[in-house]
């Protein structure tokens, strides 16, 4: 049997958002070490020539553009997961306050 409530973590929540900008940081590390090591000279270097280096080089920059965008994403969930915190605590705030004031309610009567 499944339950209907809905149970959300607010801190489970927020090591998901640091792990994954963690992660997006460690790529862009890694990106800058990739550009070091793969670039067009070091390339044209290890081929002997342009010419040789060209099919090569498309794939270097093929794998540039792919990491970028992972990395990109990465720090886009991110955010997202640490905007839902800040959002799910306030509403949880808000609920708090609410029930608080309706209780001072009820005791008034």
Do not use: C, W
Not at 91 to 109: C, F, G, H, N, W
Request: no cysteine; charged share 35%; hydrophobic share 40%.
């Amino acid at each position: 049997m499944m339950s209907d409530e809905v149970r959300l973590s607010t801190e489970e929540l927020h090591k998901l958002g640091a792990s994954f900008g963690i992660r997006a940081e460690e790529l862009s590390r890694q990106l800058a070490a990739f550009r070091r090591r793969a670039d067009a000279e070091a390339l044209r270097d290890g081929f002997g020539s342009d010419e040789a280096a060209r099919p090569f080089r498309e794939l270097y920059e093929q794998a540039e553009h792919a990491l970028v965008q992972l990395q990109e994403r990465l720090a886009e969930v991110s955010s997202g997961i640490k905007e839902t915190v800040t959002n799910t605590e306030a509403a949880e705030d808000e609920l708090v306050d609410t029930l608080r004031s309706v209780e001072k309610m009820r005791s008034a009567k």
